[in-house]
């Protein structure tokens, strides 16, 4: 079985950064696509970034010039580096990423929190 561990949540002011971190272990073969995804109170899951295995990236517009996401296969691993955090940005972040083992699945984190506030 795979499973992604995240860290890196906390509370940050206004302006502040954080910075995410995911690590896929399990009997794992590749891994494609790894992304993160958010959810506010009340509202829906959204995706915030995603990144290929080719290093081809996607964001939101709303994170887009403050967030980068990034990756390193050898660790099996994907970050996501946030500046200029608002308090729009506070939710809970999940980690998300297509793994091949014996076959091709999809798997998500637990969640970290991320609460921007003064």
């Known amino acids: 079985q795979v499973q992604l561990v995240e860290s890196g949540g906390g509370l940050v002011q206004p302006g502040g950064s954080l910075r995410l971190s995911c690590t896929a272990s399990g009997n794992i073969f590749t891994i494609y696509t790894m992304g993160w995804y958010r959810q506010a109170p009340g509202k829906r899951r959204e995706l915030v970034a995603t990144?290929?295995?080719?290093?081809?990236?996607n964001y939101t517009d709303s994170v887009k010039g403050r967030f980068t996401i990034s990756r390193d296969d050898a660790k099996n691993t994907v970050y996501l580096q946030m500046n200029n955090l608002k308090p729009e940005d506070t939710a809970v972040y999940y980690c998300n990423a297509d793994v091949v083992t014996l076959g091709l699945g999809e798997y998500w984190g637990q969640g970290t929190q991320v609460t921007v506030s003064s």
């Open positions: 990144i290929t295995s080719g290093g081809t990236t």
